[in-house]
Structures are given as C-alpha cells and as structure tokens.
C-alpha cells in the first residue's frame, strides 16, 4: 500500500456545512429555555454572591476575631477599616477585589450583629424594597444553609 504524501488533511465544506447545521439545531433547542427565565437567573446569581460574600466574612472573622461592624459595611472585605482590634490581621490584597452589586444593580445590605444571627447579608430583590415575592422576593444569608 502507497501513501500519498502529498495530500492535505482537513475538513471539506459539507463537513463544516453539517456541524454548523446541528450546532444551529441545538441553539435554537437550548437558548429559548434559558432566555425565558432571566429572573430565575439573577435569584441565582444573587445567591451565589450571598454565599461567596459569606465565606470572605467567615475569613475576616478568622483574621480579625470579630465581623465587620455595620458601620464598617461590606467595604472591609476590600479595604482595611481604620478601627480594627489590636492583633487583628487583615489580609493584604483584602477578602474581595470589590463589593458586587445585586444582579438588579443595587448594594447588597449587611448588619452586624443581625437579627438572624452574627450578621444578616440579604438583596431585597428585583423591587429594591422589603419583602415582594417571585423576582421582587428579598434573598437572604439565612436561609440559604
């Protein structure tokens, strides 16, 4: 058997034609799905940032004994406050690179000490205000774990 060497490899245009073709096939299968439920998105996004703020309070309390005040805010996760204990460590570089907004663009809320436990970290959801249901539905620290 005779190889020819001479021949390139590659992919012809039917071939490329076909998978372009099932990729569309797929496409318009999956996007409509996700596209009609943006807001069952953000309610997640939001509870994934509830819980990774969470964890770099959990972290600040290792270093520096305590949770940030309320008056210090979510702010202390990037920058050190002013008014930290004697022998606290904060970590350089800080817990966060930056405080993230709520998928609906508004501030996360935390208190310390909360009424829910050491601290209370929460969205009030799509309407911005207290209490609502569906999008509009505050999200909440405590009643994620």
């Given amino acids: 058997m005779k190889i020819n060497s ?3 490899s590659g992919f012809t245009l039917i071939e490329i034609m076909v998978v372009v073709v099932i990729m569309s096939i797929l496409a318009s299968i999956v996007v409509p799905k996700i596209m009609s439920r943006p807001e069952e998105a953000r309610i997640a996004k939001a509870s994934q940032d509830l819980r990774a703020i969470g964890a770099a ?3 600040y309390r290792l270093d520096n004994f305590t949770y940030p ?3 210090q805010g979510l702010a202390a996760l990037v920058t050190a406050p002013g ?3 004697s022998g606290a460590n904060w970590k350089k ?3 966060l690179e930056r405080v993230p907004k709520d ?3 508004n501030d996360y809320l935390y208190l310390a000490p909360g009424s829910h436990g050491e601290y209370d970290l929460y969205s009030w959801g799509a309407d911005g205000a207290s209490g ?3 999008s509009a539905a505050d999200i909440n620290s ?3 774990y």
């Fill in 6 to 8: 001479n021949r390139i």
């Fill in 69 to 71: 005040t309320t008056d």
């Fill in 83 to 85: 008014d930290l204990q």
């Fill in 57 to 59: 309070l959990d972290l």
């Fill in 103 to 105: 998928p609906w663009g």
């Fill in 93 to 95: 570089g800080g817990y």
């Fill in 132 to 134: 609502g249901s569906d």
């Fill in 142 to 144: 405590w009643e994620l």
